[in-house]
């Protein structure tokens, strides 16, 4: 994999500017993230948040971070966070795929896999887990809730399983599955839902509860009168 083609995974039609890095976890295993904006700026997912919350997801821990060069967001938080050394590379590792699931089976159960999926959460503030599967045309990716010590640099399962699937180039989105095994109404925050509403904006999202039940949705009707506006393109 070259930084090329990392870079061409992130969604940046607002900017124009694609950034990429890759994690390696203490377990050796390598995660990229890109930069996935949003049309509320305040809400892009920036590349090294995207790969850190990937390694924690797979209950791995950050310990080195490759970058083509260190103008990178929040690449001074994740790095004190978690002690990362930072290298500084024109070859990148190869990352491994296997945050892909393949098609599930028919013997699959998508709420016994997000119930298994919540033990994967890192929870250190809230104690809250929720857990989350977002399907391709190929398969689908996992995400779960990750906190950190910034309330503010944590980030949702929704997000996370978002950022699996640019970083890995899989983005024809069919739906998305999330479950909480707390509260009263399984549901992705205010924030989650600006996020899908432009990612997936016409696409099915199941919500299973607590209690046992479940909600099917058009994810657009989980935020009315969103924020949109054709004239934050800069892309001519």
């Known amino acids: 994999m070259s930084w090329t083609s ?3 995974r992130s969604y940046v039609p607002y900017s124009g500017e694609p950034k990429a890095c890759l994690v390696e976890g203490s377990s ?9 904006e949003n049309i509320s700026y305040p809400l892009t997912i920036p590349a090294v948040q995207a ?5 924690l997801s797979e209950k791995d ?3 080195k971070i490759y970058v083509q060069n260190r103008e990178l967001e929040q690449l001074a938080f994740w790095t004190v966070e978690f002690h990362m050394k930072v290298v500084e590379t024109d070859e990148p590792p190869v990352v491994d795929r296997e945050d892909l699931q393949m098609n599930p089976s028919s013997t699959f159960s998508a709420i016994d896999e997000l119930k298994s999926l919540l033990n994967q959460a890192v929870t250190t503030n809230s104690d809250f887990p929720v857990s989350a599967l977002l399907f391709t045309e190929n ?6 809730n990750v906190e950190v010590s910034d309330w503010t640099q944590g980030i ?3 997000r996370v399983a978002i950022a699996k699937a640019y970083a890995h180039g899989d983005t024809e989105f069919t739906k998305m ?14 924030a989650c839902r600006q996020v899908i509403v432009e990612l997936l904006p016409y696409h099915d999202v199941v919500l ?3 209690d046992g039940t479940l909600s099917e949705h058009i994810t657009v009707d989980l935020l009315p009168f969103s924020f949109k506006s054709s004239a934050l393109n800069k892309k001519k």
Do not use: M, N, Q, W
């Open 139 to 144: 398969g689908y990716f996992e995400g779960v």
């Open 28 to 36: 050796g295993k390598i995660y990229a993230g890109v930069r996935i």
């Open 6 to 8: 990392l870079l061409d």
């Open 208 to 210: 299973h509860h607590a």
């Open 156 to 158: 949702c399962a929704e």
């Open 177 to 190: 599955e999330i479950h909480t095994r707390k509260g009263e109404f399984s549901s992705p925050c205010g």
């Open 51 to 55: 790969a850190c919350a990937i390694c």
């Open 61 to 63: 821990t950050p310990a």
